[in-house]
């Protein structure tokens, strides 16, 4: 029996995902471990920074191995633009090791592995997933635990609780390009100072749109 939530969620769905169809990361990376390393970097800073960035540091370390040899400092040298620059050293490194000692130099494909990793949380983790191994994943970034709690389809600014909510209203398949597809409308429409309501393919059902929502306030204050 679909619900209400489903039912918004399959109409965001089918509004957003022929616009937004590109179910990639806007990172620059070679494989697995790069795309790893670069996600962790992203954290509170923009993709365009990292990318500019990573060439420098990959060209140093180009694998878990050398990564997991480096000396910290040098590596807080290379990362140091993308803020929080110490402790996203220190995870990086970690995590190369890591992956070195317990993981054969392989990116686990699983959550509950990733997880494992240092720095990585459950959004870098369903990206990794779903990008590297084709596996159903949502990643709640801020663009989309935005744009999720204006459009009602998760009202909560709780990650992990935003995650759960947008899984439960749509299928596993359509989880990686439901994501994506929210966080460019978050990222390039619905953005965080001065979201684009006026000809906003969603408008007609955002109750956070102008419209909807000064009508659901003429609803309330006429029921009291």
């Not at 965001?12 to 616009?19: F, M, R």
């Not at 990376?29 to 920074?49: K, N, P, R």
């Not at 060439?55 to 480096?70: Q, R, T």
């Not at 947008?166 to 596993?172: D, F, I, V, Y």
């Amino acid at each position: 029996m679909e619900t209400r939530s489903s039912a918004l969620a399959q109409a965001v769905y089918s509004a957003l995902v022929p616009i937004w169809p590109d179910s990639g990361s806007a990172l620059n990376y070679h494989g697995c471990f790069e795309l790893l390393i670069a996600v962790i970097l992203s954290a509170q800073c923009t993709d365009e920074q990292v990318n500019k960035v990573t060439p420098g540091l990959f060209a140093a370390y180009p694998d878990p191995e050398s990564l997991a040899a480096a000396d910290v400092a040098d590596v807080e040298a290379l990362v140091r633009t993308t803020g929080f620059f110490r402790a996203k050293a220190a995870h990086i490194v970690a995590t190369a090791q890591m992956l070195v000692a317990e993981y054969g130099s392989v990116v686990p494909d699983t959550i509950e592995r990733l997880t494992r990793l240092p720095g990585v949380g459950r959004k870098t983790a369903n990206l990794i997933v779903s990008v590297c191994y084709g596996k159903p994943g949502i990643v709640v970034d801020t663009h989309v635990l935005r744009t999720a709690r204006r459009l009602g389809l998760a009202p909560t600014d709780d990650p992990a609780k935003s995650e759960r909510l947008l899984g439960a209203s749509l299928p596993p398949e359509r989880w990686t390009a439901f994501s994506y597809a929210l966080n460019r409308h978050g990222k390039f429409v619905c953005t965080a100072r001065k979201p684009a309501c006026d000809g906003c393919p969603l408008a007609s059902i955002c109750p956070s749109a102008p419209g909807l929502a000064a009508s659901a306030g003429r609803k309330t204050n006429q029921a009291r």
